[in-house]
T-cell receptor, first 111, second 114 residues
Framework: LAKTTQPISMDSYEGQEVNITCSHN???????ITWYQQFPSQGPRFIIQ???TKVTNEVASLFIPADRKSSTLSLPRVSLSDTAVYYCLVGDGGSQGNLIFGKGTKLSVKP | DGGITQSPKYLFRKEGQNVTLSCEQN?????MYWYRQDPGQGLRLIYYSQIVNDFQKGDIAEGYSVSREKKESFPLTVTSAQKNPTAFYLC?????????????FGPGTRLTVL
């Protein structure tokens, strides 16, 4: 399972776009890239998943370059309620489905 | 509503006692997982099960046991052999259909050993 590296923390202000980059140099051909959000004392919540190029849903966009060794989660116009820990994970999911959760990136959104 | 339930939300245990954490899902998922989370840390995998009557150890299985007698249920027992059991425990399930890495998490159980 590929390991990931992401910043420990980030600060932002309401209304700004936030980009969180994750490195996964050893990503395998079958691996997907998935991002989760976790609020204190709650279970993580799936945000977005992608394999290559760009994926967009109602809450975020995920940018993946051609070499797939990194990915960027983009949160448009963050609000205070986006303050949370964001985890980047890679895995094929199709076998054991094991996911390695690192320490994540703690995003603090200020007014 | 489909989802995962965990009970209880808070649990207190005396040292030397075993305690069982409940996890139930009605999502018809084959795979289920137990994670442990310590303050300021990520999630660590304790046990997982891909199918009924089968389960595998994760990274930190020592001091824990599980069973998977029904598809919907995956209880975790924290035994007295677990030296530092105070933590936040999360149960999750996963479909074998895309998106492959989408695990659905329960609300968690916070276990405190007194």
């Amino acid at each position: 399972l590929a390991k990931t590296t992401q910043p420990i923390s980030m600060d932002s202000y309401e209304g700004q776009e936030v980009n969180i980059t994750c490195s996964h140099n050893n990503i395998a051909t079958n691996d997907y890239i998935t991002w989760y959000q976790q609020f204190p004392s709650q279970g993580p919540r799936f945000i977005i998943q992608g394999y290559k190029t760009k994926v967009t849903n109602e809450v975020a966009s995920l940018f993946i370059p051609a070499d797939r060794k990194s990915s960027t989660l983009s949160l448009p116009r963050v609000s205070l309620s986006d303050t949370a820990v964001y985890y980047c994970l890679v895995g094929d999911g199709g076998s054991q489905g094991n996911l390695i959760f690192g320490k994540g990136t703690k995003l603090s959104v200020k007014p | 509503d489909g989802g995962i339930t965990q009970s209880p939300k808070y649990l207190f245990r005396k040292e030397g006692q075993n305690v069982t954490l409940s996890c139930e899902q009605n999502l018809n998922h084959d795979a289920m997982y137990w994670y442990r989370q310590d303050p300021g840390q990520g999630l660590r995998l304790i046990y997982y099960s891909q199918i009924v009557n089968d389960f595998q150890k994760g990274d930190i299985a020592e001091g824990y046991s599980v069973s998977r007698e029904k598809k919907e249920s995956f209880p975790l027992t924290v035994t007295s052999a677990q030296k530092n059991p105070t933590a936040f425990y999360l149960c999750a399930s996963r479909s074998t259909s895309p998106p492959y890495n989408e695990q659905f998490f329960g609300p968690g159980t916070r276990l405190t050993v007194l």
